[in-house]
């Protein structure tokens, strides 16, 4: 039996060490390819300049309409969902009985919304802009995106609550608090670190999706300056890059891809940094 025991610790134990591998071994590979490929064609020109006429193929110019326009979109898209995913998350923990029928729902349908491609989001997004007569715009683009990490957002910070000790809650509401009083003032508090993270996290996953944004958003030369006008993101200007049949333009997609992967990898450092700050006001 012990034997037996040990074989199948040993095969369980080489599972976990091949999918370890496999993961980080994907990572390593996606950022040593981006890197070789992107850093020769990275220069200060194409961070801080537009694209030029005839950028796409192989002249002057930048992706700095790219990078603001995606920072622009992911946090109007983030806040959009953020004032949507807060409320009910709360409602679901402190208003609602946690075995109800409408809670269980709730947070089925928020698990089959993860999971729907985002592509199926930009299709919807369009059709909404074609029913309310409106025209890519960098506001089509920031609901779009906010319809497709709302669930992300709202499962996130879901589980965070449901791990706030139940005898918090209770002490709060023996002391006279009142069901709003407990959410601002002693759960809000206690979550604080996860909902920073799910939101950060969230912002990353909307910055970096291309099919949301290609009918609602679609693409410009421009600065972002108008919710009613088309907005550049990196996702897309990547996606254009690579597609063209000249050398020097794919580098600069690889480039652009580089960029974008730095912004993720900041936004995980922060989302990791804030989270460790708030983690010192909560009561374990």
Known sequence: MINKRKIEENIFRCFMMAATFVVVGTLAFILVTICIKGLPALSLDMLIKTPKGGYYIGKEGGILNAILGSIVLGIGATFLALIISLPLVFYLNLYVKKKSTFALLVRFFLDVLWGIPSIVYGAFGFTLMVFLGLRASLLAGIVTVALLIIPIMSRSMDEVLKLIPFELKEASFALGSTRLETAVKVIFRQALPGIVTATLIAFGRG???????LFTASFTDSLPYSLFKPVATLPLAIFFQLGTPFPEVQERGYASALVLTGIIFLISIFARILS?????????
């Open 276 to 284: 460790k700050k708030f983690s010192k006001r909560v009561i374990k």
């Open 207 to 213: 910055i970096g999706d291309a099919a949301a944004v």
